[in-house]
């Protein structure tokens, strides 16, 4: 079932979504509602009992040292530094 909804948009949307309907060749109702369904696998907000118990997890985790050396945190960044100045990875990740 469908029915008809009245929004009010600025005209910079409005041209944005006559432009993709006309590039997409699609009506604009249906950039709407491809818009609406890109939207729909968004997370829920959290609750506060879960907001509590992860950043209860996070303090935690902090408050461990970390088992890598100085030198082990320079070599990766150098390393990230490196493959970002060379295009980023050449392999698929697993």
């Known amino acids: 079932m469908t029915r008809e909804y009245t929004v009010t948009l600025d005209e910079e949307r409005i041209q944005q979504i006559e432009r993709l309907a006309s590039l997409l060749h699609k009506s604009t109702g249906e950039i709407v509602e491809d818009a609406m ?3 729909q696998p968004l ?5 506060d009992e879960e907001r509590q118990r992860r950043l209860k997890a996070l303090e935690e985790m902090r408050k461990r040292p970390s088992p890598k050396t100085a030198e082990d945190v320079q070599r990766e960044i150098d390393e990230i530094r490196a493959a970002r100045r060379s295009g980023g990875r050449r392999t698929p990740v697993d």
């Open 43 to 47: 997370p829920r907000p959290l609750s």
């Open 37 to 39: 369904e890109r939207l």
